[in-house]
T-cell receptor, first 114, second 115 residues
Framework: GDSVTQMEGPVTLSEEAFLTINCTYT??????LFWYVQYPGEGLQLLLK?????DKGSNKGFEATYRKETTSFHLEKGSVQVSDSAVYFC?????????????FGKGNQVVVIP | SAVISQKPSRDICQRGTSLTIQCQVD?????MFWYRQQPGQSLTLIAT?????????ESGFVIDKFPISRPNLTFSTLTVSNMSPEDSSIYLC????????????FGPGTRLTVT
């Protein structure tokens, strides 16, 4: 079935470092892909999305490109800040029974050290 | 995007009791969903709340344990019945707005602890 796989383990990096979080997916058809962010003690916020191959989603300095040939949607940011410390979830939207239902990866904790 | 609120924001309950969580949206939405996020884990879809009909449950979730209502296009409830400590989780509702494709927006969540 449809699924999302994120790289294992938390990510710890220094302020102004380059961030990459890997995400690959397995799906039939042409899913939409999303990155959600969960700041400490808060709910999920939609960070960015892409709905078709080669689309690039971007927001708040984060980017991710929908790569159908490698079934990937890696999240990148060129210079992270302490305020980017959060958990990041990759997700895909599956169309089933007339609904668009989200399947999430396990999430990656990102800790940015000053 | 729609503004979503949930009540209560958190609760501590005794095993064997039930808790009803409310999700209120400030505009009419086409779809509403309920998710569970167990401690340190990702989100798992419990069910799709269908307006005016029975919810559609995911594998592993049943109506007797998680009854859901959706009486109109802006409101839904999830009840966690006969609770056990394993039900300690954050419960989140999400919505899809008309004309916003497949984007889902989430409420702030309800943090439930069962003792």
């Amino acid at each position: 079935g449809d699924s999302v796989t994120q790289m294992e383990g938390p990510v710890t990096l220094s302020e102004e470092a380059f961030l990459t979080i890997n995400c690959t997916y397995t799906a039939t058809g042409y899913p939409s892909l999303f990155w959600y962010v969960q700041y400490p003690g808060e709910g999920l916020q939609l960070l960015l999305k892409a709905t078709k191959a080669d689309d690039k989603g971007s927001n708040k300095g984060f980017e991710a490109t929908y790569r159908k040939e490698t079934t990937s949607f890696h999240l990148e940011k060129g210079s992270v800040q302490v305020s980017d410390s959060a958990v990041y979830f990759c997700a895909l939207s599956r169309y089933s029974y007339g609904n668009n239902r989200l399947a999430f990866g396990k999430g990656n904790q990102v800790v940015v050290i000053p | 995007s729609a503004v979503i609120s949930q009540k209560p924001s958190r609760d501590i309950c005794q095993r064997g009791t039930s808790l009803t969580i409310q999700c209120q949206v400030d505009s009419q939405v086409t779809m509403m969903f309920w998710y569970r996020q167990q401690p340190g884990q990702s989100l798992t879809l419990i069910a799709t709340a269908n307006q005016g009909s029975e919810a559609t449950y995911e594998s592993g979730f049943v109506i007797d344990k998680f009854p859901i209502s959706r009486p109109n296009l802006t409101f839904s409830t999830l009840t966690v019945s006969n609770m056990s400590p394993e039900d300690s989780s954050i419960y989140l509702c999400s919505v899809v707005e008309e004309g916003r494709g497949s984007e889902q927006y989430f409420g702030p969540g309800t943090r439930l602890t069962v003792t």
